[in-house]
């Protein structure tokens, strides 16, 4: 919350402590610290679980035309990685862009009543097009950076000789 308002705000604080210790003063720990908590949970869960998901469905569907992992050479593995990546990270961009939204607007203003009356309050002033909007920079950075984490999540399981995991699967 201090972070996000010394960015939305650069003279509401000189510094991270003095930033901190306004906003405790002005606002109390729960509404100046965790107005934003369950916009952040109503982000991250989705975020994560669409990440994870999206990036196994994509890796299955792009090894079951390129065949198994184990008849691939390292750098089609890393292509695979990075590729299915990418795509788990705009799948996570998307599904978390309107709690993204709401949890940045939450933490740049103060204002009277309960969060989620807050929230519901700037959902309806936004409305739906404006709870997307930076979506498409926020699909080329998170798809970016997933992108990187799994290719190098892939290439340091390989070099130290990490398996494939449980897999999980009806009978």
Not at 16 to 35: A, M, N, P, Q
Not at 60 to 72: C, N, V
Not at 133 to 152: H, M, N, Y
């Amino acid at each position: 919350a201090t972070r996000i308002r010394l960015v939305s705000q650069p003279t509401f604080a000189t510094g991270l402590v003095s930033g901190f210790t306004r906003i405790l003063k002005e606002e109390g720990v729960h509404r100046g610290f965790y107005s934003g908590f369950g916009p952040i949970v109503c982000k991250q869960v989705p975020y994560t679980m669409a990440k994870f998901v999206v990036y196994e469905r994509a890796s299955e569907a792009i090894l079951k035309r390129l065949g198994p992992p184990e008849s691939l050479s390292p750098s089609t593995m890393t292509a695979v990685n990075l590729t299915s990546g990418v795509i788990a990270g705009a799948a996570a961009a998307v599904v978390s862009q309107p709690a993204d939204t709401l949890l940045s607007k939450i933490n740049k203003t103060s204002g009277s009543g309960s969060a989620m009356s807050r929230l519901v309050v700037l959902a309806k002033e936004l409305g739906f097009r404006g709870l997307f909007l930076g979506l498409g920079p926020r699909i080329v950075l998170v798809g970016t950076l997933t992108s990187l984490q799994f290719g190098l999540y892939g290439d340091l399981k390989k070099t130290f000789g990490a398996g494939n995991g449980v897999e999980i699967r009806k009978i």
